[in-house]
């Protein structure tokens, strides 16, 4: 497993867990800059605040995520609105849980131990 920082806006920072060694290695070419496609993260929220991700009250299922270039506008939503109408997600908000913010960018991996 490793862990990886996504922003969306400058100082607003997401980290989320990857457990798939493909999309780990994808994740490392995004930060290295090697990668230039599907550079999005998505997956599927949780509404529950987990260590390695303090600032928020919920992170991403590590099985969920995915690294896209368009996303459907029905997941795109910026992070602190996710927080902010945390309630109302998974309904008619964010269906399914699932999010997929248009402009989240892996900026760093983490190491934790």
């Not at 100082?11 to 990668?35: C, L, N, P, W, Y």
Request: net charge negative; with cysteine; proline share 5%.
């Amino acid at each position: 497993m490793a862990y990886f920082v996504f922003t969306q806006r400058p100082g607003q920072v997401f980290v989320f867990e990857v457990t798939d060694e493909e999309k780990i290695a994808h994740a490392r070419k995004i930060v290295s800059g090697e990668e230039t496609e599907r550079v999005h993260v998505a997956g599927k929220i949780v509404k529950k605040k987990v260590s390695y991700n303090p600032d928020w009250d919920f992170h991403l299922d590590p099985a969920s995520i995915q690294f896209f270039d368009q996303g459907i506008e029905v997941c795109d939503a910026n992070m602190e609105y996710v927080e902010d109408h945390l309630d109302e997600a998974c309904g008619a908000f964010l269906p399914g849980c699932q999010w997929c913010p248009w402009d989240s960018r892996v900026i760093r991996e983490l190491s934790l131990p």
